[in-house]
């Protein structure tokens, strides 16, 4: 069992790691150096940035808002609403890629209004930051409302017999209870942010140095033979997703055995 | 710092379900009420309306004086102590007790005095930084009363503040609970399910069922004048012998007991008779039944006797071991009943008895502890017979 089990992680999820490595490493740190500094790639990687910042904010707001109705409200339609949830999970990204077209690009239903505002969607960074939320609605509410289930609801019923408000109550007794799934769900969802290719190459163009996320870059890359840059920058964003997750999973160690 | 609580014609269903139905009761500044009743009884819904945690679909909450029923939980400024203590996981024991005072932002000092105070009285003034997952169950629901008490509520709520522990702890903590209250003087009302603990700490018992109050009254009262079947059955755990009423007593085969002259000839009648209310004689009185012992099972300073009547209907007597040492099981013998409490029989005439007394708590809320009197099982037979 955990020679199938150790055989199948080494597979799967090691050995393409060694190989990006190996690659992105091989050409040596001129090449890092040439990489880094190319104008292209570097806004390449602020726009990846840019979208997963806001990616994050917008999916931890609203994904514990959706997570706390999903564990402590009841209405009609709630398991409707926990199925729709996990649609992004189903849906290729291509296909969220083509439905942002088809609501905002040209003959859309809302592409009157916003040309009207003057407003870019399609092409843009906003169309670019719609689809990759839509992408990683799931991650935190997923990983927030077992946490929620598992917590109850008698802390904070305590805390308001004993005068706290709701917004104090969600501040001093849920968020501490839920910091570590919160925070597991925010780095997964960074991380699908960061990876996302399919839904953003639609609604972009992936215009370079414009609309050119760090993973269109890659795409690019290898389509015009600059396989080692390509390399390079798919081992930066390799390599920030797995500090992110591994640093999480050490901090939420090192301060569970601290405090219990 | 103490005010009264007054409930008024309280109801709440949950879908079809009616969980309090027009309960009213009034608990008089500085008093310990008890709110007693099996499970599904609404004792707790009714507690948890008075805290505000649940809205009632009628009737009014007053607590001293004033009229809280639409004010929220946090406004109503009452102690409320959670069966499963609910503490602030994620915080010492110092930050739950402070809690109540920080969001109302009393100022450090006073928050600090106070706590340190409330630490001392509950005795854990040595374990204030520790966390309460390493606290036992007893000192956890003691931070949870410390907690509730340090914002001076005029009214501490608990509910089932001992179901949660051992029997060891639960006695402990209930004479430790009684000894804080004659010190405090706040007006409590607790919910509980055990009718040891709700003759033993409280004023005036509620004894509820099916959403209803079925009494009100003293621990006396209660016991000894049960207003209804189910008072009688549940409080204290009684023997159910059902016979037909003629002239005044209850008739089973050739014995009768006394007591039913609110009733009329020819009805079916149900006597409920306590266990240390039977007196075992070798000669036969004038009002005495002939019964059979069928077994003995010995308590240490008592003795439980499984009796049988000449009409098949079965019961327990407990007595003092000094008193029957003599009795074995095969033995024919004659009981006399004292203070039996003679109901007419209805359709839902509860066969049930309350917690054994002696038994250890259990889980079960209706009585059906681990040992159950044979004679509970037997009260079938004696319908049988009319």
Do not use: C
């Not at chain 1, 393409?16 to 040439?34: C, E, M, R």
């Not at chain 1, 870019?120 to 906003?126: N, T, V």
């Not at chain 2, 009761?25 to 008093?31: L, P, S």
């Not at chain 2, 109302?104 to 630490?119: C, G, I, M, P, Y």
Request: net charge negative.
């Amino acid at each position: 069992m955990v020679g199938v089990a150790l055989l199948y992680v080494a597979a799967l999820l090691v050995a393409p790691l060694v190989g990006i490595t190996y690659y992105g490493l091989k050409s040596g740190l001129g090449t890092i150096g040439d990489t880094f500094g190319q104008t292209d790639i570097r806004h390449a990687f602020y726009l990846t940035f840019v979208i997963m910042v806001i990616t994050v904010i917008v999916n931890t707001v609203f994904g514990v808002i959706v997570a706390l109705v999903l564990t402590r409200d009841h209405f009609p339609g709630k398991r409707l609403m926990s199925a729709l949830v996990d649609l992004p999970l189903a849906v290729s990204p291509v296909i969220v890629g083509l439905m942002a077209i088809l609501l905002f690009g040209r003959g859309g239903w809302f592409e009157a209004f916003f040309a009207a505002q003057g407003i870019q969607i399609i092409f843009a960074l906003p169309s670019m930051v719609l689809v990759t939320i839509f992408i990683s609605i799931p991650f935190v509410i997923r990983e927030v409302v077992p946490v929620l289930e598992e917590l109850g609801t008698e802390e904070e019923q305590a805390a308001w017999t004993l005068g706290a408000s709701r917004l104090q109550t969600f501040f001093r007794v849920t968020l501490p209870n839920i910091r570590w799934g919160l925070l597991y769900g925010i780095a997964l969802s960074a991380a699908r942010a960061i990876g996302e290719v399919g839904a953003v190459l639609i609604v972009s163009g992936a215009l370079q140095g414009q609309t050119e996320t760090a993973t269109l870059y890659i795409l690019r890359a290898f389509d015009q033979y600059q396989d080692a840059q390509g390399y390079v920058v798919a081992l930066t964003l390799a390599l920030f997703s797995i500090v992110l997750l591994i640093g999480i999973e050490t901090f939420k160690r090192h301060s569970s055995r601290e405090a219990r | 710092m103490a005010g009264s609580i007054e409930v008024r014609g309280l109801s709440k269903a949950f879908g079809t379900f009616k969980a309090v139905n027009d309960v009213s009761f009034a608990a008089a500044e500085g008093t310990i009420t008890a709110l007693l009743g099996p499970s599904g009884s609404g004792k707790s819904t009714v507690l948890r309306m008075i805290a505000g945690l649940e809205q009632p679909d009628s009737g009014s909450v007053i607590v001293a004086g004033e009229e809280l029923t639409d004010a929220s939980v946090q406004d109503r400024r009452l102690g409320f102590v959670f069966q499963h203590y609910a503490l602030f996981r994620h915080m010492t024991v110092r930050k739950n007790v402070a809690f109540g005072l920080s969001v109302r932002r009393v100022d450090k000092d006073a928050q600090t005095k106070r706590v340190d105070e409330l630490l001392e009285l509950v005795g854990l003034a040595p374990f204030a930084n520790r966390y309460p997952d390493q606290l036992s169950g007893g000192q956890r629901q003691r931070v949870a009363l410390a907690r509730a008490l340090a914002p001076s509520p005029q009214v501490l709520l608990l509910d089932e503040p001992f179901g949660a522990l051992d029997a060891r702890v639960r006695q402990e903590l209930r004479n430790w609970l009684d000894e804080l209250h004659r010190e405090l003087g706040v007006t409590s009302l607790f919910v509980t399910h055990d009718q040891e603990e709700a003759l033993e700490l409280a004023n005036e018992v509620v004894v509820m069922n099916h959403g209803k109050v079925e009494q009100v009254g003293t621990a006396e009262e209660i016991y000894n004048q049960p207003a209804t079947p189910f008072v009688a059955a549940f409080v204290g755990s009684s023997n159910t012998l059902r016979g037909v009423v003629w002239e005044r007593y209850v008739h089973f085969g050739r014995s009768a007991v006394a007591g039913a002259h609110h009733i009329a000839d020819g009805r079916e009648a149900v006597a409920y008779i306590r266990p240390h209310d039977i007196e075992i004689t070798a000669e036969a009185g004038a009002m005495s039944f002939p019964i059979s012992v069928e077994r003995r099972t010995d308590l240490g300073w008592a003795a439980k006797l499984h009796l049988r009547l000449e009409d098949g209907q079965g019961l327990v007597a407990q007595l003092p071991n000094d008193e029957i040492e003599d009795i074995r099981p095969g033995q024919r013998l004659f009981a006399n009943f004292r203070n039996p409490k003679v109901f007419v029989e209805e359709a839902d005439t509860p066969d049930i008895a309350g917690d054994q007394p002696d038994l250890p708590p259990v889980a079960s809320q209706n009585g059906a502890g681990p040992e159950v009197p044979s004679g509970r099982t037997l009260t079938g037979d004696g319908s049988k017979r009319s």
